[in-house]
């Protein structure tokens, strides 16, 4: 029989990623026939634009193994398509093709013995990344009442705290979970911080492509290029997380060298290459071809639509909800209904998902997942899921916002059902909060 010797004692320790557990298990209750709200997951359900669904289909003989680094052309492609929407400059040596951002920034972990540290709140597989390469992770402070902004101050007295020589920032803008963005005045202190302090910065800008406001995207690389790697990929714009394809973008000095070398040797010693039908169908992705940055900037309308309208039905109930800058997230908080959540024996944020989950339908995550203190009531609603269940939901309401539907139109309960029932849900929700108070 097994020892429970035998195995890594720090799995034990975490459990499966949140995000992808509660997809499951709401696919599972569906799949029952029962009704759920899924505001628990993440994921762009737009078609697959044509244009790659052809160039998909037409490289699916290419069955070779491709260099660990990624296809030389398409290596050539993403330096010239950050460059130009980035406005910095960045040549192919810097580029590396991956598995999905996720797996390279946790390459890039591996690589480096460095602490990490993370804006509050963060996405829910960093941490635990360092947990099982046993390096340590710190959460920089943050404020719910200042909408979990980073503070420089805050970010300076995290890295006092550490003792470890080798520090490591990894910054998510626009924010899963927050949907905020990172301001350029920000960004300069940042980089001058940790310029000052040798931090290496990890930029994930996998939703940049999805800035409501198209043009107020910034990279920390701006202000600190010689220190930073930038990490994106296809999943969230293009709608293609299942495609698993991600880069990074070393720093343009001899750290990134250094960095390159080492994923290389770290790639070819674990995923090898990215499948390469993928990596040929991407050179249409990087293209920069009109007709595809047409369907970004629509699809990206689209989300900042649907997102703004369910964020304006929430504060209209008085949930505390934080600007949304990007992305499909909103963080709402429910620190304001706390007597009459404990009433019902809720007093953290794994005990609201909870709650909410078993007696409205509605699937959501706890803030304790996203590194924010499991008594604040945060929790993460993602919106891009409602009323984009089904295979054939997403080109509906994409075509209807391309006859013109205006905001007001688009969010129409006969065009947004399930958004108007779950919004009708939560306010059933908090009349019962404020139903208990009338009661005493």
């Given at each position: 029989?097994?020892?429970?010797?035998?195995?890594?004692?720090?799995?034990?320790?975490?459990?499966?990623?949140?995000?992808?557990?509660?997809?499951e298990?709401?696919?599972?209750?569906?799949?029952?026939?029962?009704?759920?709200?899924?505001?628990?997951f993440?994921?762009?359900?737009?078609?697959?634009?044509?244009?790659?669904?052809?160039?998909?289909?037409?490289h699916?003989?290419?069955?070779?193994?491709?260099?660990?680094?990624?296809?030389?052309?398409?290596?050539?492609?993403?330096?010239?398509?950050?460059q130009?929407k980035?406005?910095?400059?960045?040549?192919?040596?810097?580029?590396m093709?991956?598995?999905?951002?996720?797996?390279?920034?946790?390459?890039?972990?591996?690589?480096?013995?460095?602490?990490?540290?993370?804006?509050?709140?963060?996405?829910?597989?960093?941490?635990?990344?360092?947990?099982?390469?046993?390096?340590?992770?710190?959460?920089?402070?943050?404020?719910?009442q200042?909408?979990?902004?980073?503070?420089?101050g805050?970010?300076?007295?995290?890295?006092?705290?550490?003792?470890?020589?080798?520090?490591?920032?990894?910054?998510?803008?626009?924010?899963?979970?927050?949907?905020?963005?990172?301001?350029?005045?920000?960004?300069?202190?940042?980089?001058?911080?940790?310029?000052?302090?040798?931090?290496?910065?990890?930029?994930?800008?996998?939703?940049?492509?999805?800035?409501?406001?198209?043009?107020?995207?910034?990279?920390?690389?701006?202000?600190?290029p010689?220190?930073?790697?930038?990490?994106?990929?296809?999943?969230?714009?293009?709608?293609?997380?299942?495609?698993?394809?991600?880069?990074?973008?070393?720093?343009?000095?001899?750290?990134?060298?250094?960095?390159?070398?080492?994923?290389?040797?770290?790639?070819?010693?674990?995923?090898?290459?990215?499948?390469?039908?993928?990596?040929?169908?991407?050179?249409?992705?990087?293209?920069?071809?009109?007709?595809?940055?047409?369907?970004?900037?629509?699809?990206?309308?689209?989300?900042?639509?649907?997102?703004?309208?369910?964020?304006?039905?929430?504060?209209?109930?008085?949930?505390?909800?934080?600007?949304?800058?990007?992305?499909?997230?909103?963080?709402?908080?429910?620190?304001?209904?706390?007597?009459?959540?404990?009433?019902?024996?809720?007093?953290?944020?794994?005990?609201?998902?909870?709650?909410?989950?078993?007696?409205?339908?509605?699937a959501?995550?706890?803030?304790?997942d996203?590194?924010?203190?499991?008594?604040q009531l945060?929790?993460?609603?993602?919106?891009?899921?409602?009323?984009?269940?089904s295979?054939?939901?997403?080109?509906?309401?994409?075509?209807?916002?391309?006859?013109?539907?205006?905001?007001?139109?688009?969010?129409?309960q006969?065009?947004?059902?399930?958004?108007?029932?779950?919004?009708?849900?939560?306010?059933?929700?908090?009349?019962?909060?404020?139903?208990?108070?009338?009661?005493?």
């Amino acid at each position: 029989m097994l020892k429970n010797q035998l195995f890594n004692p720090v799995f034990s320790e975490l459990s499966p990623s949140s995000t992808l557990y509660i997809n499951e298990t709401v696919n599972a209750k569906w799949s029952q026939g029962e009704q759920v709200f899924h505001m628990g997951f993440g994921e762009s359900r737009f078609d697959v634009h044509p244009i790659l669904q052809r160039a998909l289909a037409q490289h699916a003989d290419k069955k070779s193994y491709l260099p660990a680094r990624g296809l030389p052309p398409l290596c050539e492609q993403v330096a010239t398509y950050y460059q130009t929407k980035l406005g910095i400059e960045f040549g192919a040596p810097q580029v590396m093709v991956g598995p999905g951002s996720k797996l390279l920034i946790y390459g890039l972990q591996t690589i480096l013995d460095a602490d990490l540290f993370l804006p509050t709140p963060s996405w829910v597989s960093y941490a635990p990344q360092a947990t099982i390469l046993g390096r340590r992770a710190h959460y920089i402070s943050a404020d719910i009442q200042d909408d979990y902004r980073l503070h420089p101050g805050a970010l300076e007295e995290a890295l006092l705290a550490s003792d470890n020589p080798n520090k490591l920032l990894l910054l998510n803008s626009p924010n899963n979970p927050s949907g905020g963005a990172l301001d350029a005045g920000l960004l300069q202190e940042v980089a001058g911080i940790c310029r000052a302090n040798d931090v290496i910065v990890l930029s994930d800008e996998i939703y940049f492509q999805l800035c409501f406001n198209r043009d107020s995207h910034i990279s920390i690389a701006s202000y600190y290029p010689e220190g930073t790697a930038v990490l994106g990929g296809l999943s969230k714009h293009l709608s293609l997380g299942g495609w698993r394809l991600g880069v990074a973008l070393m720093p343009g000095s001899p750290l990134g060298e250094e960095l390159m070398q080492r994923m290389v040797v770290f790639a070819s010693e674990t995923w090898s290459s990215v499948a390469a039908p993928v990596q040929y169908a991407a050179l249409q992705a990087y293209g920069l071809s009109d007709e595809i940055e047409d369907y970004v900037r629509d699809c990206c309308n689209i989300h900042a639509i649907r997102t703004r309208h369910i964020r304006r039905g929430l504060q209209a109930l008085g949930i505390h909800c934080c600007p949304v800058e990007g992305a499909f997230y909103i963080a709402a908080n429910f620190d304001e209904f706390r007597a009459g959540l404990a009433r019902k024996g809720v007093h953290t944020s794994s005990d609201l998902s909870r709650y909410l989950l078993q007696k409205h339908a509605i699937a959501s995550l706890p803030g304790i997942d996203f590194g924010i203190a499991e008594q604040q009531l945060t929790l993460r609603l993602s919106t891009s899921y409602l009323d984009m269940e089904s295979a054939a939901d997403p080109d509906r309401i994409y075509q209807l916002y391309r006859r013109g539907a205006d905001d007001e139109q688009l969010m129409a309960q006969q065009h947004h059902p399930v958004t108007a029932a779950a919004l009708s849900t939560f306010a059933e929700f908090i009349a019962s909060l404020e139903g208990d108070e009338q009661k005493l």
